[in-house]
C-alpha cells in the first residue's frame, strides 16, 4: 500500500510517518520501481503502535527502542520492552504530579496572599516597591 493509505490505515498523517521514518523509529519501507514507498500490513501495525505509544504521553526517545523490538523481535521481547518502558514511565509520572502538586499548592497559597493584600498596597509604582513582586519573588 502506499503512504496515504498506510496513513488512513493508521489514522496517522503521511507526514507523521515520512518523520518517524526519518528518525529511524519505523523502518524504511522498500520502494516500487516507480519509487514510491510500499508499506506492509506489518508497517502499519507498528504504525498503530507507535501511534498507542504517543497517545500514553511516551517521548519519542522511548517509543524508539519499543518499535525497534516490535518490528523484529517476539512478543515476548516485545512485552518485555514494554514493561520496563512503562514501569520508568509510571515512575516518572509519579513524581512529575508530586511537583505539579506542589507547584498547585504554592500557587493557590500566592493567590490567596494577592487577594488579602490591601488596596493601598496595589497603587505603590514600581516593581521594587510592589508587594505582589516580592510576595512572588520570595515564595
Known amino acids: 500500500m502506499n503512504i496515504g493509505a498506510a496513513a488512513d490505515a493508521s489514522s496517522l498523517t503521511p507526514d ?3 518523520f518517524y521514518e526519518k528518525k529511524g523509529i519505523l ?19 507498528t504504525l498503530r ?6 497517545e500514553l504521553e511516551l517521548p519519542l526517545a522511548e517509543v524508539a527502542p519499543i518499535l525497534s523490538v516490535a518490528h523484529d ?3 515476548g521481547e516485545i512485552r518485555e520492552s514494554m514493561t520496563k518502558t512503562f514501569t520508568k514511565t ?8 508530586e511537583e505539579l502538586e506542589q ?5 493557590g497559597g500566592l493567590l490567596k496572599g494577592l487577594r488579602k493584600m ?3 498596597d496595589i497603587s505603590v509604582p514600581g516593581v521594587e516597591a ?3 513582586v516580592r510576595l512572588v519573588a520570595e515564595g
Do not use: Q
Open 103 to 107: 507547584a498547585r499548592d504554592h500557587l
Open 73 to 75: 523481535g517476539t512478543c
Open 118 to 120: 490591601r488596596r493601598t
Open 90 to 97: 509510571l515512575k516518572d509520572l509519579d513524581v512529575r504530579i
Open 49 to 54: 503502535l507507535a501511534k498507542g505509544l504517543r
Open 16 to 18: 507523521t510517518i515520512r
Open 27 to 45: 523502518p524504511r519501507p522498500p520502494r516500487l520501481a516507480s519509487g514510491y514507498r510500499h508499506y506492509t500490513n506489518e508497517h502499519v501495525a
Open 130 to 132: 510592589c508587594e505582589c
